[in-house]
């Protein structure tokens, strides 16, 4: 599938090759950075479970991996998202990588990280596909970065609206006239 499936969408921002590219070289640096050792790889539902389970399958360790499901993104609640599904296992004494498609205001990630610093992991880092870092509000460690991305809306790989488009392999952005309505 290399076409628009929808005229609402503007442009490919992020092709599919790219974004092999970018799982590919993240997974061999996770690899080196955490032999010897292994981490848990958290995302959080739905949005994340794409780059996870590419990203996964690019890391040479022995590894487990959890999942979280969060309230819809409300901009205005500063962040705190109430966690509708939480993790499976304790993450005390684990090393953990929080998963993230990507990271705009950086308001829920901040939050999650919070929660998750309270059960006293080994180690917490964070890993994104994408960084809409002229976005941040607040300021966070992020370890491993995938591309950085200009303030559009965006879908495919995981990232939709309103429930659409996340099984679109490449990354887009939508026209000004769809997103402004989001
Ligand atoms: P933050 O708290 O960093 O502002 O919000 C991050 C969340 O907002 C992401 O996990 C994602 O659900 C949503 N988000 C931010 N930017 C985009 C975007 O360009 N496209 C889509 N589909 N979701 C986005």
Do not use: H
């Amino acid at each position: 599938m290399t076409g628009f499936p929808d005229d609402r969408m503007e442009r490919i921002l992020l092709t599919e090759d790219q974004i092999a590219g970018a799982v590919s070289a993240l997974g061999s640096r996770i690899t080196a950075d955490y032999a010897g050792r292994d981490p848990v790889l958290i995302t959080v539902l739905k949005g994340g479970s794409f780059f996870l389970a590419d990203l996964v399958r690019a890391v040479e360790l022995p590894l487990t991996m959890d999942f979280m499901a969060i309230s819809a993104y409300r901009p205005q609640a500063a962040g705190a998202v109430a966690i509708t599904k939480d993790l499976a296992d304790p993450i005390e004494g684990r090393d953990v990588l929080m998963v993230e498609d990507i990271i705009d205001t950086g308001l829920t990630l901040n939050y999650l990280l919070k929660v998750l610093r309270q059960r006293k992991p080994a180690s917490l880092t964070v890993c994104t596909l994408l960084d809409k870092d002229v976005r941040r509000l607040v300021d966070l460690p992020i370890e491993y970065r995938g591309f950085s991305v200009p303030d559009r809306f965006l879908v495919g790989y995981g990232l939709d609206l309103d429930g659409l488009w996340r099984n679109v392999r490449y990354i887009a952005t939508l026209k000004d006239e769809v997103w402004e309505g989001t």
